[in-house]
């Protein structure tokens, strides 16, 4: 039994960081499935691109710097998933 | 811009043609259009130096669509100015070649040219004194209202309609500061034209002007 998982990634409407935004989500879809509870798409602006997995800020622009690295955030959520 | 020539600045779309070919954010474009107000002091500044304008931009972006507009209006105003755009992502090499503090494709980019291309100066996404006042009025926002919790709050932890009620305060901010941050692009690009700074739009470290392509 595994616990389900939500992802939120907050992206930069106002930047045009809906590809990034849809690429990630479409990999994790693709790589986990119903294991997910939810993705979260939150449009926002302030150059933000941020990932949480759970209640873990995964990757945040303003801190990590640019995109975050789709391995890293499938590993985040594999952790967050399976312990 | 080193790959600019003067073949490769025509192959850009005017000022008109952008403006046509958007398909996003035209009508806040436009609004933006008739919010700049220039002083006859500023038109004769620009009437004085006629310059050519590589721009780099894309309709998407918010930064774009609050100051191409006043360089869209100082073009017509003055008649000095030619104005050639290109799209962000379908010229990497002209982007490259403007990266904002060397590692980030922002935009706007106005890069100002004389008539034996040497560029005169750049200005990049939006001056430093719009970014300082709206950090600062953001600031007030939050204080004015506790129930947005800290402004260090991740923006995906507030709960949905807090979220909706601060995105509408910063977009209240936005235009209650846009006349006097249109004043500011007119300012900086001034500037530029009168030979007084090379750089405008966001700080960037020391760079050689370069020389014609």
Redesign the interface.
């Known amino acids: 039994m595994t616990a389900p998982v939500r992802v939120?990634i907050?992206y930069c409407a106002?930047?045009?960081y809906e590809p990034q935004a849809l690429e990630l989500a479409g990999a994790l879809m693709r790589a986990f499935g119903q294991r997910l509870s939810a993705i979260?798409l939150?449009p926002?602006?302030e150059g933000?691109f941020?990932v949480?997995v759970g209640d873990t800020?995964v990757h945040?622009m303003a801190r990590d710097g640019g995109f975050p690295d789709t391995g890293m955030v499938e590993e985040a959520v594999k952790m967050a998933v399976f312990g | 811009m080193g790959a600019i020539t003067a073949e490769r600045f025509q192959q850009g779309l005017t000022y008109d043609e952008f403006v046509s070919s958007m398909t996003r954010n035209q009508d806040r474009f436009i609004a933006n259009e008739e919010r700049v107000r220039l002083t006859k002091a500023d038109v004769d500044a620009f009437k004085r130096r006629p310059l050519r304008v590589a721009i780099l931009a894309a309709d998407w972006c918010g930064d774009v669509v609050a100051n191409l507009p006043v360089l869209g209006m100082i073009a017509k105003e003055s008649g000095a100015l030619d104005l050639r755009i290109f799209e962000r992502d379908a010229n990497p090499d002209l982007m490259d070649q403007y990266l904002n503090q060397g590692q980030f494709r922002s935009i706007p980019v106005f890069a100002f040219f004389d008539d034996a291309w040497n560029e005169v100066g750049v200005f990049i996404e939006r001056p430093d004194s719009v970014t300082g006042r709206r950090a600062q009025r953001r600031k007030e926002i939050f204080a004015k209202h506790p129930e947005f919790g800290s402004p260090d709050t991740p923006v995906d932890q507030l709960p949905e309609d807090v979220r909706a009620r601060l995105q509408q305060e910063l977009q209240k901010m936005r235009d209650e500061m846009a006349d006097w941050a249109n004043a500011e692009v007119v300012r900086e690009l001034r500037a530029i034209v009168e030979g007084r700074t090379t750089r405008g739009g966001a700080r960037q470290p020391d760079r050689p002007t370069q020389p014609a392509a």
């Open positions: 939120r907050t106002d930047c045009g979260e939150i926002w602006e933000t941020d949480r800020l945040s």
